[in-house]
């Protein structure tokens, strides 16, 4: 049996999806451009970090980066061997571009499911549940009627969160609004 929160609330996240998809590729072809600035020199833009001149935080950002840059390149053939220090050139890889695209996709519609466990143990049963507006990313309401015939309205907006190894991530704080 379905669960009328789950219901009402279903159709965002498909718009949630959509949402992650399009932001993975506005970051991809930020790095696009990152890169074909630097000649596609991969050391110039996304260096591994050296020395101990930077704070714990600078140097996991900067190790995020350095990782990040690489999960979506590959190196050209023609470079034989390097040293450290030089030039690491690199083109796009379109098949890990794709595949951190779709990494975003389910990663959205975990968070999404996540978004609406946290929703239904919030409010409890329900006989009715009825969504207003169409975007949990600026403001959502969940007008139900709970299983004690008490109506409420339960308000969601979603932010954006970054951890300190600076991955991305959605939140959706939900409050009951008070009347």
Not at 12 to 37: G, P, Y
Not at 51 to 75: C, E, H, M, W
Not at 122 to 143: C, H, Y
């Amino acid at each position: 049996m379905k669960n009328l929160i789950a219901e009402a609330v279903a159709p965002l996240k498909d718009v949630a999806i959509a949402r992650a998809a399009k932001c993975a590729a506005e970051t991809i072809e930020k790095v696009r451009e990152d890169l074909a600035a630097a000649n596609w020199n991969v050391e110039a833009v996304a260096p591994y970090p050296r020395g101990q001149t930077v704070s714990r935080a600078d140097y996991r950002q900067s190790v995020a980066k350095y990782n990040f840059y690489r999960s979506l390149v590959i190196g050209r053939s023609d470079q034989g061997y390097r040293h450290d220090g030089d030039p690491y050139l690199v083109d796009m890889s379109p098949s890990k571009a794709e595949r951190f695209i779709e990494e975003c996709k389910r990663n959205a519609a975990a968070q999404y499911e996540e978004y609406v466990a946290k929703l239904i143990r919030k409010v409890g049963e329900v006989t009715e549940a009825k969504l207003i507006g169409t975007s949990v990313w600026f403001k959502s309401e969940l007008d139900v009627m709970t299983a004690a015939g008490e109506f409420q309205t339960w308000r969601t907006k979603m932010i954006v969160n970054v951890s300190v190894l600076g991955k991305v991530f959605n939140q959706w704080p939900t409050r009951q609004v008070k009347k």
